[in-house]
């Protein structure tokens, strides 16, 4: 069995992959009959999925991870991520179609997992590469949950500049049906910019800004956040990253703290 990262897609005939945390040193294969001291890992994994390669343009894969949507890369932050739902993983089916030129996805959302809600529902992407490193897309997402259902749609872009620079663009509409005694419904505007720089060879220096307004309700509500970070590659396989993230104090941002996250990945 191969160690990878969600959305890299291996170029095997028959490959299966799961991703697992990093204190594991043992890659486990299919059939294997494992010991004891690798249960526990197994049952704390937080993703982990079998993926088949049917040809060299289209695979599958079942399991455990977050739904293909948007800008999907340690690039897009922990905020983006909740404000559109997508901060735990869920069960899915997924099939990804990708050219040199084109890239299609079709996700189905079978159940929650991990404590999340247990929601059911679809995402869909389409995109196209142009000009050499730029590439633009379009996401749609429908989930449905106890007492929250979400419907959303995106433009997410990323654009190269020069040869050591890049910029990922985000924009998401959502439509969110909140149940209750009175049903209530609203709509959100989701932005997402990023900017990243290679100052010396593997280490990329981020610049971040978020924003989330409400279409309807109070005038004022709106969360905004800014922020800086270090992305850090000192070793192939080995991903380092730390950010710090400060909260807009004149607008209303009750979910966006100032604070400070990081994150070590490692995939052999």
Not at 98 to 106: G, M, Q
Not at 107 to 128: F, K, L, Q, S, Y
Not at 149 to 160: C, K, N, P, T, Y
Not at 180 to 209: H, I, M, Q, W
């Amino acid at each position: 069995m191969i160690i990878g990262l969600p959305g890299r897609h291996h170029s095997d005939k028959a490959v299966r992959v799961i991703d697992i945390p990093l204190h594991v040193s043992h890659p486990l294969r299919i059939g294997e009959q494992r010991s004891a001291a690798y249960a526990p890992v197994l049952q704390s994994s937080r993703r982990h999925y079998l993926q088949l390669t049917l040809n060299p343009y289209l695979s599958v894969r079942a399991g455990r991870f977050l739904p293909n949507y948007g800008v999907w890369n340690g690039d897009a932050s922990t905020a983006t991520r909740r404000g559109l739902g997508l901060d735990h993983d869920t069960y899915n089916v997924e099939a990804n179609w990708i050219t040199e030129r084109f890239n299609a996805s079709v996700t189905g959302i079978v159940a929650g997992a991990g404590g999340g809600p247990n929601e059911r529902g679809g995402a869909a992407t389409a995109g196209v590469f142009f000009a050499g490193k730029n590439k633009v897309w379009l996401s749609y997402m429908s989930r449905h949950g106890p007492g929250l259902d979400r419907e959303a749609a995106g433009l997410s872009a990323v654009f190269g500049i020069g040869h050591r620079a890049y910029l990922l663009a985000q924009a998401d509409l959502q439509h969110l049906r909140r149940e209750g005694a009175e049903p209530v419904v609203s709509e959100e505007l989701d932005t997402n910019l990023c900017f990243a720089r290679e100052t010396v060879k593997g280490l990329y220096v981020l610049l971040t800004d978020e924003m989330t307004r409400g279409h309807r309700g109070p005038p004022g509500r709106l969360s905004h956040t800014y922020g800086a970070g270090l992305r850090w590659f000192p070793r192939p396989h080995l991903e380092l990253q730390a950010r710090w993230r400060r909260r807009d104090r004149e607008a209303v941002s009750p979910e966006y703290m100032d604070g400070f996250s990081a994150f070590v990945h490692f995939y052999p």
